[in-house]
């Protein structure tokens, strides 16, 4: 069994405008998934106790900020808009990727002084995740230029 490393999970946004494309967000320097219940207290002549409630389920990536990354534009545009996005996260090595429809519910950018401009994005699940097996892992940047 093999350890899975961060480098090895990237986010892409999946899009129609005329053709289906996906497109991997470019210099991602890290990603992450959350996923929780709410929980019931259920309280009866029978039995005290809780159970599972509602779950939420969250992604967020951050990254360098790249002045020609249409991807990062696309999810821009997503909460600019108020759309929902198809996001992917994909393993390099394997070609899985967990596919959900997400609400992006935050995106920051940092502009230190001599320092590379950051985003970060933060996106709720919509519904459920589905499993996708990719024939190649969509073009994005790996090394800094």
Do not use: C, W
Request: hydrophobic share 35%.
């Amino acid at each position: 069994m093999a350890i899975l490393k961060g480098q090895e999970v990237v986010f892409a946004v999946r899009f129609t405008e005329g053709t289906e494309q996906t497109l991997r967000v470019l210099y991602q320097t890290s990603g992450g998934r959350s996923k929780s219940r709410d929980e019931i207290d259920i309280a009866t002549k029978d039995i005290d106790g809780t159970d599972y409630g509602k779950k939420t389920e969250t992604i967020t990536f951050e990254g360098l900020m790249s002045t020609d990354d249409p991807a990062l534009a696309q999810l821009e545009k997503h909460i600019d808009d108020a759309t929902f996005a198809e996001i992917l996260e994909i393993n390099i090595n394997t070609l899985e990727a967990k596919v959900g429809t997400y609400m992006m519910s935050s995106f920051d950018v940092d502009y230190p002084d001599d320092e590379s401009a950051t985003y970060s994005f933060e996106a709720k699940l919509i519904g459920n995740t589905r499993t996708e097996t990719l024939t190649d892992v969509p073009e994005g940047a790996t090394t800094i230029d």
